[in-house]
């Protein structure tokens, strides 16, 4: 851990000259209690880094939660070991893409049966709240299911012990994104009533008993209970399907769900704050989590150590260093392949920006987090699904 100042402690031996300015600026904000912490895998973000735990009294940056809310992970210990899996994995990863739709999913236009109730739970949860969620996004209902694209992704994995892992990351699609586009321009918006001057926009807050901030609350926690049964439906069908190739019902031995981009009510350092996680897990003192590495690379199953100074939080994944058109423009077609060698995935250069050379390394990410977490599985992929 190093003491960049006494308002943002860091965790990162890789950091980026910008992502660090950035995270100093964040950390000026007066409201920030009592200190920033930033994760092995922070890189430069919207507004705030992406990496960054920001507590803060009375008080909530929403581009500082990231705008898609609730992403996250989930994971399935299955039954099964490595030598059971004698079919063709092609076939297991095309029925998986056919099961989910990938991508943006804009052209998914109904509710699989299997999520119906998952929809109805958040009609009834919106309607408590005193909001419709069809105002951010029309199509909330049918994107419930859907994975998304970029660095979301569905993966078969093998355990250190050739045990079969189930892994899938995804968010609270596009209505979430809407509700916190939405109430970041909210926040900037009253910081121009309120002549209040910031080092950047995007640092624009929402303050706590004003009826803007119950407001993007309910939203906010709405949209991220979204994200969790969307991970949810996905694994269920996940499930199924790995279920209907291998011949067996898959018997979960484990199943683990957790928020990388969500704020919440908690106590730190004797007060209670909002605590946001910007692309960061929670690591409570024995609190199971998912740190996933990028495509090509190990994920790990952690356990929290609670670490005070961290604000019991730990990184979220391998964190990127190269931007996606950087990324781009600087790897090959043959060079993602070589990455992916051994692996059952979709070959298109459409996940050039994916590969994973333009991640920071996740053994050092993970070397960085040796105070954060502890790792009870190491996964390595065998089958990766993407939407490009």
């Known amino acids: 851990m190093r003491e960049i100042n006494k308002r943002l402690l860091s965790w990162a031996s890789i950091l980026d000259a910008k992502a660090e300015e950035q995270a100093r600026t964040t950390s000026t904000m007066p409201f920030v209690f009592p200190h920033m912490a930033l994760m ?10 992406v990496g960054s735990v920001i507590p803060t009294l009375r008080a909530v940056m929403p ?10 992970m989930i994971a399935v210990r299955t039954q099964f070991r490595l030598d059971e899996l004698n079919g063709d994995l092609r076939v297991l990863r095309e029925q998986i893409e056919r099961a989910i739709p990938v991508s943006a999913g804009a052209h998914n236009n109904k509710i699989v049966a299997t999520a119906a109730p998952r929809v109805a739970e958040l009609e009834a949860m919106a309607e408590a709240a005193g909001f419709d969620p069809a105002q951010a996004l029309g199509t909330w209902r049918e994107q419930l299911g859907t994975l998304g694209s970029g660095n979301h992704f569905i993966e078969v994995s093998v355990d250190e012990t050739d045990g079969v892992w189930l892994f899938l990351h ?22 121009e009533n309120w002549w209040i001057t910031l080092p950047d926009p995007d640092l624009a807050y929402l303050v706590e008993g004003t009826p803007e901030f119950d407001r993007y609350i309910a939203e906010l926690r709405w949209a991220q209970h979204y994200a969790l049964l969307n991970r949810e439906e996905m694994m269920d069908r996940v499930v199924r399907q790995f279920s209907e190739w291998m011949g067996t019902a898959v018997t979960e031995a484990e199943r683990i769900n957790c928020h990388h981009n969500f704020t919440q009510k908690e106590t730190h350092w004797g007060k209670s704050v909002w605590l946001s996680r910007k692309g960061a897990i929670s690591a409570r003192a024995g609190e199971p989590g998912l740190i996933p590495g990028s495509m090509g690379t190990a994920s790990y199953v952690v356990e929290g150590l609670g670490n005070a100074a961290a604000l019991q ?9 190269y931007s996606r058109s950087a990324a781009r423009k600087t790897f090959t077609h043959d060079q993602l392949r070589e990455a ?4 059952e995935y979709r070959d298109t250069d459409a996940f050039l920006d994916e ?26 992929q065998i089958v ?4 490009d």
Not at 40 to 49: K, N, S
Not at 63 to 70: E, F, K, R, T
Not at 340 to 343: C, E, P, R, T, V
Not at 364 to 375: N, T
Request: proline share 5%.
């Open 384 to 387: 990766n699904v993407k939407g």
């Open 63 to 72: 581009a500082a939660v990231g705008v898609d809310i609730g992403c996250g």
């Open 340 to 343: 992916m060698k051994g692996i």
């Open 170 to 191: 995804s968010g609270s699609r596009g209505v979430g994104n809407k509700i916190a586009q939405r109430h970041i321009k909210v926040a900037q918006r009253l910081m």
């Open 313 to 321: 939080s730990s990184p979220h994944g391998a964190g990127r260093n």
């Open 355 to 380: 590969i994973p050379a333009a991640y920071k390394p996740i053994d050092q990410v993970m070397a960085d987090a040796s105070d954060l977490v502890k790792v009870r599985h190491e996964l390595r």
């Open 40 to 49: 092995p895998d922070a890189h430069l973000g919207l507004g705030a880094t």
